[in-house]
């Protein structure tokens, strides 16, 4: 018979060695009170997740200095084709300066001033030169219509149509100016002595006015007057009155069948005073 002391030591050898690892450690498997007495446990760290890389970036940083300044040529392709043009139209701006200007329709206004007006005061590119240059024409009071032409390499041709003075009148500053057939005033006339006048009270009627002298030129009106009611018209052989333009354009013959009288003109006829 063996000993007690033998005996022990015989089951100690019979137990093997077991190695777990921490993966196969859990509750549900192998329980801690379970556990083999004397087994050798070995936990293993689990290996750390990879970092995904960013695309196009890698993981060298002198690779990804060297791509990003890869993106930027365009920025490059655009300045200089900015600066390409910017110089072209520079050159062509001295290359092609406007050379030669005529003027013609001008009677008030001098061949200087209308250069002045339409932006051909000093050195311009003929190239460059158009309509927002020539809309400054439109700003004298004496200008009704302007043709600005264009003539390869270095001419611009103005053709002006200027407003005509057909009346004069007094200013509230006591000023003496001309009033053109549409009714403009324009400054500046010189000699006003040949045109008839025009006065009135109420609301201001030069408009009116410029028609009836320019429809009724061929009888020599002398003066205008206007009153919210109507016109009188004095010419070198009669007077008219109306209240209505129409009806004075329309009768104005009366003047020769009756000179030197007052003729009334109403929308359904004529009265003659002596």
Not at 117 to 146: D, I
Request: cysteine-free.
């Amino acid at each position: 018979m063996l000993g007690p002391g033998k005996g022990r030591r015989k089951q100690r050898s019979a137990v093997p060695a077991v190695t777990v690892t921490q993966a196969e450690l859990s509750s549900e498997s192998l329980p801690e009170d379970t556990l083999p007495q004397g087994a050798d446990l070995q936990a293993q760290e689990p290996a750390p997740a990879e970092r995904p890389e960013r695309a196009g970036r890698g993981t060298d940083p002198l690779a990804w200095q060297v791509t990003r300044r890869r993106v930027r040529p365009w920025v490059w392709w655009t300045l200089g084709t900015l600066v390409t043009l910017l110089a072209g139209a520079v050159t062509l701006w001295f290359l092609l300066p406007v050379k030669h200007v005529t003027v013609t329709g001008n009677d008030h206004l001098s061949a200087a001033e209308v250069r002045q007006l339409a932006g051909l005061g000093g050195e311009v590119g003929w190239l460059f030169y158009g309509g927002r240059q020539a809309s400054g024409l439109l700003s004298s009071p004496w200008v009704k219509s302007a043709t600005v032409l264009r003539k390869f390499p270095d001419t611009v041709q103005i053709e002006l149509v200027e407003r005509r003075p057909v009346l004069q009148t007094a200013q509230p500053s006591g000023e003496t100016v001309a009033v053109a057939e549409d009714g403009r005033v324009l400054p500046g006339a010189g000699d006003l002595s040949a045109l008839p006048t025009v006065t009135g009270w109420g609301p201001e009627r030069l408009t009116d006015a410029a028609l009836i002298a320019e429809a009724l030129s061929r009888y020599t009106v002398q003066s205008v007057v206007y009153t919210p009611s109507g016109m009188t018209i004095k010419t070198a052989t009669g007077t008219l009155w109306s209240g209505d333009l129409k009806s004075i354009v329309k009768y104005a013959g009366s003047i020769s069948m009756y000179p030197n009288k007052t003729i009334n003109i109403y929308p359904w006829g004529v009265s003659v005073q002596q």
